[in-house]
Structures are given as C-alpha cells and as structure tokens.
C-alpha cells in the first residue's frame, strides 16, 4: 500500500505560478509511474500530466503543455507539479496518482491516489 500526500494548492492570480508536491510513503516509490489529474466542479477527472519511474518520459495533456513541468525525486519519494502562466481554467482539485503501468493518461489505470489539493485562479 502507498499513501500519497499533496500539498501546495492555494488561490492565485491569472498568469501566477503555483509548485504541488506529493510525497508518497513506502519504499517502493521509484518503481512507479506518477501522474497528476484534476477535476473541476460538475466536470470529470481529467489526465494532466505523468512521469515515469525513472523522469526520464513524461506526457503532458495539450492544455497544459508549455505551461506545467512535472517532476520527481525518487530519493526523497515525491513528485511534482510547476504550473505556470495559470489560467482560470486550470482551476480544479489536483489529484496526485500513481501506477504500476510503464505510461498511461487515463484515470482508471492508476491504484494509489492522494486526497487532492484545491487550486483557484481568479481572473
């Protein structure tokens, strides 16, 4: 079992830059693939970005591409998010994830997720 913990969410301006983070407990952290979701109100969990074990590949969804860089410290067992140039519409829950699979963008193949950080972006 690995439990995962984000932190880093807040309220931010248009154009402003905000850092997840997500540690994970367990020692095992380095044989998983890691990814971030988030989820708007009234809309579903959507893919944002993944790295896998090594953070030598990662795969970022269009709308945030340019914009977020993901990362990963194995030695520390955490993840993270560097969202810049944020938009209103990158205002959603955060959720950090993480698979056995070598890649995936889709939700369904993720096993551990975190309890999910807010980020707000007012215009």
């Known amino acids: 079992q690995v439990l995962l913990v984000e932190s880093g969410g807040g309220l931010v301006q248009a154009g402003g830059s905000l850092r997840l983070s997500c540690v994970a407990s367990?020692?095992?952290?380095?044989?998983?693939?890691m990814g971030w979701f988030r989820q708007a109100p009234g809309k579903e969990r959507e893919f944002v970005a993944v790295?896998?074990?090594?953070?030598?590949?990662?795969n970022y969804a269009d709308s945030v591409n340019g914009r977020f860089t993901i990362s990963r410290d194995n030695a520390k067992n955490t993840v993270h998010l560097q969202m810049n140039s944020l938009k209103p519409e990158d205002t959603a829950v955060y959720y950090c994830?993480?698979?056995?699979?070598?890649?995936?963008?889709?939700?369904?193949?993720?096993?551990?997720w975190g309890q999910g950080t807010q980020v707000t972006v007012s215009s």
């Open positions: 367990g020692r095992t952290f380095s044989m998983y693939t």
């Open positions: 994830a993480g698979t056995t699979l070598y890649s995936s963008t889709q939700s369904t193949d993720f096993h551990f």
């Open positions: 790295i896998g074990w090594r953070g030598s590949s990662t």
